[in-house]
């Protein structure tokens, strides 16, 4: 099973905000300073199943949190396209 995970964080431009990985801030020239504490988003990435989560401008980011409800929703995804693929075999 292969699982793949990305977060990514809030950073103010001007503005406006991105939701950008740390890489990816780094690459545009974004200092440490401008990313914001609250609002995040963490995406998983199972056998092809993607489930988000995402926080709203009012919650705090976390990581684990994050993973836990975007693996949740990949294998539900998963689980529903296995469910999908028995019917259609049948």
Same mark, same amino acid.
């Given at each position: 099973?292969?699982?793949?995970?990305?977060? %990514?964080?809030?950073? %103010?431009?001007?503005?406006?905000?991105?939701?950008? *990985? %740390?890489?990816?801030?780094? *690459?545009?020239?974004?200092?440490?300073?401008?990313?914001?504490?609250?609002?995040? @988003? *963490?995406?998983? @990435?199972?056998?092809?199943?993607?489930?988000?989560?995402?926080?709203?401008?009012?919650?705090?980011?976390? #990581?684990?949190?994050?993973?836990?409800?975007? *693996?949740? #929703?990949?294998?539900? @995804?998963?689980?529903?396209?296995? %469910? @999908?693929?028995?019917?259609?075999?049948?």
């Amino acid at each position: 099973m292969a699982k793949f995970i990305s977060h %990514k964080r809030r950073y %103010k431009d001007g503005k406006q905000c991105r939701f950008l *990985t %740390k890489k990816m801030a780094r *690459t545009l020239g974004f200092l440490p300073i401008n990313m914001l504490s609250k609002g995040g @988003e *963490t995406e998983v @990435e199972i056998d092809g199943c993607i489930g988000v989560a995402k926080c709203s401008n009012a919650d705090n980011f976390s #990581r684990r949190l994050g993973v836990k409800i975007a *693996t949740g #929703r990949a294998l539900k @995804e998963l689980n529903n396209k296995q %469910k @999908e693929d028995f019917k259609n075999d049948n």
